[in-house]
């Protein structure tokens, strides 16, 4: 937080506990948007990472994050490419900063 503020990013702190789901990730995005963000950054595990993926793709798509999910989803593309985003990985092994896919998980 004091580098990004040594440099003039204001962040908007966001937890993420455990596996993100459908309203945790909704929840970031409401958040983000109310703070008119343009960077999400996931510091932290694999959690935190798809969290990230997730929320800075649906700060500039439209709709429901089921509409884009595979599997539970409506598995449709995303119109407008996802916001700008950073993956700060602080565990080893589970190489969510590398791939294109989130796991969000969907308790209903």
């Not at 204001?10 to 343009?38: M, N, S, W």
């Not at 539970?72 to 995303?78: A, E, N």
Request: net charge negative; proline share 6%.
């Amino acid at each position: 937080m004091e580098v990004l503020s040594a440099h003039r990013i204001t962040a908007i702190p966001f937890t993420v506990a455990g596996e993100p789901t459908l309203e945790t990730v909704q929840q970031g995005v409401t958040r983000a948007k109310a703070e008119h963000c343009d960077l999400i950054i996931g510091c932290g595990g694999g959690s935190a990472i798809d969290a990230a993926k997730a929320m800075a793709g649906l700060l500039t798509n439209s709709g429901d994050l089921l509409d884009y999910l595979e599997v539970v989803g409506r598995s449709q593309p995303l119109l407008h490419p996802a916001a700008p985003w950073v993956a700060i990985p602080t565990t080893a092994g589970a190489g969510a900063e590398v791939t294109r896919n989130a796991v969000i998980a969907s308790p209903e």
